[in-house]
Structure formats: structure tokens, C-alpha cells
């Protein structure tokens, strides 16, 4: 039977309700538990996943609504308890925090120290509001949040350009400003390599490799997945790649970006060749057919990093792929990779590695949930929003990936499994001990039943990392697991172990004739790029504390929609406000 509670006027971010749902589903007696806000969006993922009730029609956007699933309606008060205990606990730790918090922009104007970025990670449907606001007040913008339109990012980069600021985001999830983490992190050494990325955890893949071979990063500039989309024209990227080589600390720079809208990559491009520090490019999925002079472009995000880091030093690119030492025999009926990644942009790396090894002999299936599905291969990247939709990142949350584990040895074909476990800022406190009984109960499992399995695991990491990157890996390899350096390493191990090769892209060097452009940026980006960010946090209270930890100073914005969640009049009010020259 359900049960609703309405918690009114009590905003709460989506992310802390989320963890709380699934830590409150497994109380015995209980079915499941479902905490959101109050939003239509949230009353449609409530009814879509069979919890939909009358009571929750009355719910508002600023109401914490819970939806119990239970037989036994004693369990209703010992979750209502258990929803008191958490939010009580949660508004202490804000209290007992580092600095004074806000809740209004002119609060948060005041009580930080030369603001120059807004970190913004709030619902989608207001993030692209607050952006604006954050633009009005002269700042830089990380907008972590996702499901914002394409035709807000267009608007509010173009904005941004004309006043001489950047946009990172929308669904931006890492960038590193003068050594400062934010949002989904890693602890990486500064150092002379300057990284521009519409991808999140190709940026973290390619810092943690060029941190593990002694070498720094002195700004990693996120843009968003979309940034090289035909609408949006890579505003952010050809921003951050100019300021990246007027700044004399950087010596190498490096592009990072899934395939871009063709007419944008020549645009991109024409600005690297305008350039005459080393570049190195990767466009992931597209296979490098050519070399230039001065611009490298990659086939992996292995590659890339490692180039990156041969350059710094002033050697010659050289990379030669790796294979992890396998003692694993596998049946003749074991031909199926699968893969079950947290990190998008390694899942489509995996996903193009297999495609590029077994283009011969394998036909692909079309489906939206899957990066790559075929009648033996299949690479999920499970933070896809067909899996995230009211649940927690896979980053955060193990819930998924034990689930599509155990299914995974179920099925007699399958040779070899692999996982990322990306750590850092943001991420689970220690997610290998989370999968590690999972990993160890499918091998003893494949075992008994005569057969062997090969679970590979990749830990994207440093050593400065909270979780501790080596300790991960110890806790991963007891589990039965084989550890792989990188994913790249990872994915060509499991493509040898089932008879296939990946071939490395044969190049030549080849000259290109370009337009010359304008290398200037505006010099409050260049101040940006060069100090430790005074950072504003609209969002999740853990940005604030990694910022915090990492030496910056940051004001803690406990945002919560104005004028009830009521997206026309908070626009009226917007408008207003800025006309008036006042500040909310």
C-alpha cells in the first residue's frame, strides 16, 4: 500500500533526497521509498515508477514529497522519523560549516570576498535563470546542472562572450580553475599542461594519467557536452583555448571533445593552427588519419594524456598501447564483452575500441539505453539519464552497477566484464568496497558452475584523492578483480581475451592551410584562469566543501525557488530586479 507525506515548504537538493530514498528502502518491512521535490517533473518520475497517488497532486514545488511502499503501516512513522533525523543532521552540518551562507544573491554578494564564478547545481528547469542572474553580477559560471535547453546555452554563452566571461556547462561536470576541484574532481598536481574538454570524465581520465606520470595541470576548463554542437559553435571551447595560450604557464595544451559538428571541428581547428604552442587533439570516436606539425591528434584518452605529458618534457609523441597480464581460460561458448561504466565518457571510449576491433564480424543493435549493443557485446554507460532519471549517479551510488553485475554472469556467453570506479571530489567515499562482495560472489559464482569469468577494473584516480587511489585498487584486485592502468588498457585487454585486436591508427604528417584569427581574450577571463576562484556555490553543499578544502574561498547559496517554483512570475521577478538595478 502507499503512503504520502508532504513536508511543506521544505526545500531539500535532489542528489541528499535521492541517497536518503535508498538508504530508507532498505528498512525491513518497507517495499521501496521514494523522497523528491514537489516539481511536475518529480510528479511524473513518482507515477511512472508505479507511486503516483492523489495526495502527492497537492505537493508544491518547494515540498519534500515521500512516497512509501510498505504492508505494514507502522513502518510509515519509522520512516517519517528516519526523514526527520537526515534533514535535522543535514541543516547542522550547514550550520557548523566553514564561513556564513546565503540565501539571496544580494546575502551572497555580500558575504563573499571578490566573487568572480558561480557554481551552479540546482534543477535544471531554474539553473538557466540563476546563470543569468550569476552573468548579470559579473561572474563566471560552472553550470553543473543538466536538462537545461540548448536555446538557454546559446543565449546565455553568447551573453557571456560579449561581457568577457565563460559558461562552463550546462551538464558540465569537472573542471580544475588554479588547482581549485569542481564538481566531479580529481586531486591533481599543478603543472604546465592546459586542458579545454566538452567532457567530464575524459578530463578526469586524462589529468589523473598526467598526475600518475609526475606531471600537472594548470587549469581544466569543462564546457559542456554540447558546446561543439552546430547551435552552440564551440563559444566556450575557442574562449578557453585562447585563454589557455596567451597564459605563459601553459606549455602544452590539449582539446578533448566526443565527435563535434564537422563545420565546428574545422572552426575549432583553424584556431589550433593559428597556435604555436603543442597541441594535442582528441575528437573520441573519430580515428586519426593524419598527423600535423604542431597539433597531435589522438586515437584514446590514454594517448592523449600520455602525448601531453611526452611534449611537456620535449620528446618526441611516441605512444604503444598496453595489454594487462590475463590468466583467465575461458570456455569456447564465452565471447561477450560487457561493460557497466559510471563515467560517459569512457563508455563511449570502450564502445569505439570494440567497434573499431570487430567491424568485420559484428552487427550492431539499435538501442537508447546501451552506448554499444550487439548480439555478444554490450557497454552501458549507466549515468545516462535512462538510469539516473530520480535516482543517484552511478558515481555515487552502487546500486545499478551491482545489479546489471549479477545479471551479467547469468548469461553463459559472457567472457569478460569490465567497471570504471572513478574517485575524487563529489564521488562515493569508497565504492570499491561497495562492488568488491558483488565481484567476488560472481566469480566463486562462474566457478562452481566450471567456468571462469574476467572481471576487469579501472580506478580513474590520484594519489591525493580522499578515497586513496591505491587503496582502491588493493580492495578491487582481493575482490578477484584485474586492475588495468587505464580504460584504454583495460578495453583492448578484454577485446584480446575474446580473439579480437585493436589497431593503432597509421599517420603521416600532413599540412594544412588556415584563416588567421584573433588570439586576444578578454582579461577578466585571463584573471580568472590565474588565481584561486572566489566561488559562490548554488547547490550542493559538498562543492562547497572541496572548494573550501582546496584553499579557495566560497560562500555557501542555499537556493531555493522564489515566488513558489513558478518558473513565468520567477522570470517577471528576474526581469525586474535587474531593471531596477536591484539584487534579489
Known amino acids: 500500500m502507499l503512503y504520502t507525506i508532504i513536508k511543506e515548504n521544505t526545500y531539500k537538493d535532489s542528489i541528499v533526497l535521492m541517497l536518503l530514498s535508498n538508504k530508507l528502502s532498505a528498512i525491513d518491512g518497507v517495499n521501496k521509498v521514494s523522497i523528491m521535490m514537489g516539481t511536475p517533473a518529480n510528479k511524473d518520475i513518482f507515477k511512472s515508477s508505479g507511486l503516483g497517488t492523489d495526495e502527492l497532486e497537492k505537493a508544491k514545488p518547494n515540498d519534500i514529497v515521500i512516497v512509501v511502499d510498505t504492508d505494514q503501516e507502522e513502518k510509515v512513522d519509522e520512516v517519517k522519523e528516519e526523514v526527520e533525523i537526515a534533514l535535522k543532521g543535514d541543516s547542522d552540518s550547514q550550520n557548523t560549516s566553514k564561513g556564513q551562507e546565503a540565501h539571496n544573491w544580494k546575502r551572497a554578494m555580500e558575504l563573499a570576498n571578490n566573487p568572480n564564478l558561480a557554481l551552479i547545481s540546482i534543477p535544471g528547469q531554474y539553473a538557466a535563470m540563476e546563470a543569468e542572474n550569476a552573468l548579470n553580477e559579473g561572474l563566471h559560471v560552472f553550470m553543473f546542472s543538466d536538462n537545461v535547453s540548448k536555446e538557454d546555452e546559446v543565449k546565455l554563452k553568447q551573453k557571456a562572450h560579449e561581457k568577457g566571461l565563460l559558461v562552463m556547462g550546462p551538464d558540465c561536470g569537472t573542471a580544475l580553475i588554479h588547482g581549485v576541484p569542481l564538481a566531479f574532481t580529481n586531486n591533481v598536481n599543478e603543472g604546465d599542461i592546459g586542458i579545454v574538454g566538452a567532457s567530464g570524465t575524459g578530463i578526469q581520465e586524462v589529468t589523473t ?4 606520470y609526475g606531471k600537472g595541470v594548470t587549469n581544466a576548463l569543462g564546457t559542456g557536452g554540447r558546446d561543439l554542437s552546430t547551435e552552440v559553435g564551440a563559444i566556450t571551447m575557442l574562449d578557453s583555448i585562447k585563454a589557455l595560450n596567451q597564459d605563459p604557464k601553459v606549455k602544452v595544451i590539449t582539446v578533448i571533445s566526443k565527435p563535434p559538428a564537422e563545420e565546428v571541428q574545422r572552426k575549432v581547428l583553424n584556431l589550433l593552427r593559428n597556435i604555436d604552442k603543442p597541441v594535442v587533439t582528441l575528437f573520441l570516436g573519430a580515428k586519426p588519419s593524419y598527423q600535423e606539425e604542431n597539433i597531435y591528434h589522438a586515437y584514446t584518452l590514454e594517448e592523449a594524456a600520455v602525448v601531453a605529458v611526452q611534449l611537456s618534457n620535449g620528446d618526441k609523441p611516441n605512444f604503444e598501447p598496453t595489454t594487462a597480464d590475463v590468466n583467465v581460460v575461458l570456455n569456447e561458448s564465452q565471447v561477450g564483452i560487457k561493460g557497466y561504466y559510471s563515467g560517459g565518457t569512457l563508455a563511449s571510449e570502450a564502445a569505439m575500441l570494440v567497434r573499431d576491433a570487430f567491424k568485420d564480424t559484428m552487427t550492431e543493435e539499435k538501442s537508447e539505453s546501451y552506448v554499444l549493443k550487439t548480439n555478444t557485446h554490450e557497454i552501458i554507460d ?3 539519464d535512462v538510469y539516473t532519471k530520480g535516482k543517484p549517479h552511478p558515481m555515487i551510488d552502487p546500486e545499478k552497477r551491482i545489479e546489471m553485475l549479477e545479471k551479467s554472469m547469468n548469461d553463459p556467453e559472457t567472457a569478460v566484464i569490465m567497471i570504471d570506479n572513478v574517485i575524487g571530489n563529489g564521488g562515493h567515499e569508497d565504492m570499491a568496497s561497495e562492488l568488491a562482495p558483488t565481484i567476488k560472489r560472481i566469480l566463486d559464482s562462474a566457478r562452481q558452475e566450471c567456468r571462469q569469468l574476467a572481471v576487469l577494473a579501472t580506478v580513474v584516480g590520484t594519489a591525493q584523492d580522499i578515497q586513496g587511489y591505491e587503496k582502491q585498487i588493493e580492495i578491487l584486485k582481493e575482490s578477484g578483480a584485474i586492475i588495468c592502468k587505464t580504460n584504454d588498457q583495460m578495453v583492448r585487454t578484454a577485446i584480446q ?53 582546496s584553499g579557495s574561498e566560497c560562500v555557501q547559496f542555499n537556493w531555493r525557488p522564489i515566488a513558489g517554483g513558478d518558473e513565468k512570475l520567477m522570470k517577471v521577478l528576474q526581469f525586474l530586479n535587474y531593471y531596477e538595478g536591484g539584487t534579489i
Not at 209 to 212: H, V
Open 209 to 212: 594519467i598526467i598526475d600518475r
Open 382 to 384: 549507466l549515468g545516462d
Open 497 to 549: 581475451l575474446v580473439g579480437g585486436k585493436v589497431e593503432q591508427p597509421i599517420t603521416d604528417v600532413q599540412k594544412f592551410d588556415y584563416t588567421e584569427e584573433s588570439l586576444v581574450v578578454d582579461e577578466k577571463i585571463m584573471s580568472f584562469i590565474n588565481m584561486k576562484p572566489s566561488v559562490i556555490n548554488i547547490g550542493l553543499k559538498s562543492f562547497t566543501e572541496a572548494v573550501q578544502n
